[in-house]
């Protein structure tokens, strides 16, 4: 998906629109693709499908948004499974709620926020951020999992857009050179 007039850049935008933006290239690359595509497990991959991979970048979403409400947020605490990962549809509907939920935010990007992911470092797995940190994480986390989908992709002859998987600075720097 390339936003109208930025030529292949990805151009500023807030961090829940870098998200929602992100999201939406998934959602487009989700309906392309058949269920036996969608949920093809990848030897190279750790056995992990693009719905696999889908799934678990939308937990991470829906587990901030959940976080909202109590400024706790539990990346640990995810549903794994369901037919998101097999049905490409599914996933589809899924990361259109997950959109719209994201959409409808107005928040302080320097409100403080305790997270939970673990990292290995065991008994107290909680750390204070901020939400705009947050944010930044789940931009990240997406686009780097949506490289791993573009490999997965690629490797069934599926051509995903060219801006699928690749970090914004980089899109950046490609159209400035």
């Known amino acids: 998906m390339r936003l109208k007039g930025t030529v292949g850049a990805f151009p500023p935008m807030s ?8 999201l939406e290239e998934a959602r ?11 949920s093809c497990a990848h030897a190279h991959c750790y056995g992990a499908s693009v719905g696999q991979h889908l799934r678990h970048c939308v937990d991470h979403v829906e587990s901030f948004l959940i976080g909202l409400a109590t400024g706790r947020i539990d990346y640990d605490s995810r ?17 259109s709620a997950t959109i719209q939920s994201l959409r409808q935010l107005v ?6 926020v305790l997270v939970k992911l673990d990292c290995g470092f065991g008994v107290d797995p909680w750390r204070t951020s901020t939400l705009g ?14 490289a791993i989908i573009a490999i997965m992709c690629r490797s069934q002859g599926i051509e995903p857009s060219p801006e699928f998987g690749v970090a914004p600075s980089t899109l950046r720097h490609r159209a400035s050179a």
């Not at 940190?133 to 949506?146: D, K, W």
Request: glycine residues 4%.
């Open 107 to 112: 928040l302080n990007e320097s409100s403080s």
């Open 28 to 38: 487009s690359l989700a309906l392309r693709l058949s269920a036996p595509a969608f």
């Open 133 to 146: 940190r947050e944010l930044q994480f789940l931009v990240s986390h997406l686009v780097h999992h949506f």
């Open 15 to 22: 961090l829940i629109e870098s998200c929602t933006y992100h």
């Open 79 to 95: 549903v794994r499974g369901g037919d998101c990962e097999t049905d490409p549809q599914a996933a589809a509907d899924r990361i």
